[in-house]
Nanobody, 125 residues
Framework: QVQLVESGGGSVQTGGSLRLSCAAS????????MGWFRQAPGKEREGVAL????????FYVNSVKGRFTISQDNVKKMVYLQMDNLKPEDTAMYYC??????????????????WGQGTQVTVSS
């Protein structure tokens, strides 16, 4: 059974930092594309960053480049999203997602097959 469990959300002020974590089922983790997405109320789900678990290739959307860092720990089967210099517009529910490694070319939600339950990030001004 595929399981993705996010943690680490919370409330911070503008300029603050948070680190999100995603724990993946061990059998599921190898040779996958792991991504972080976010969805604010009334808006579509937006891809934020992705990483290939077999080699660490990463991709970021422009709005988070230089502020967010996606990383992995292959021993622990964890994927992280370090978020620095947070802005109010980063406020959203953040989701961890996974798909087959062949889809790790674009961060389109439609390409991702498995999803976690989400963790809320709130940034106040």
């Amino acid at each position: 059974q595929v399981q993705l469990v996010e943690s680490g959300g919370g409330s911070v002020q503008t300029g603050g930092s948070l680190r999100l974590s995603c724990a993946a089922s061990e059998m599921f983790y190898n040779r996958r594309c792991m991504g972080w997405f976010r969805q604010a109320p009334g808006k579509e789900r937006e891809g934020v960053a992705l990483i290939r678990t077999d080699g660490g290739f990463t991709f970021y959307v422009n709005s988070v480049k230089g502020r967010f860092t996606i990383s992995q720990d292959n021993v622990k089967k964890m994927v992280y999203l370090q978020m620095d210099n947070l802005k109010p517009e980063d406020t959203a529910m953040y989701y961890c997602a996974a798909t087959d490694i062949g889809y790790c070319t674009s961060i389109s939600a439609s390409n991702f097959l498995y999803w976690g339950q989400g963790t809320q990030v709130t940034v106040s001004s």
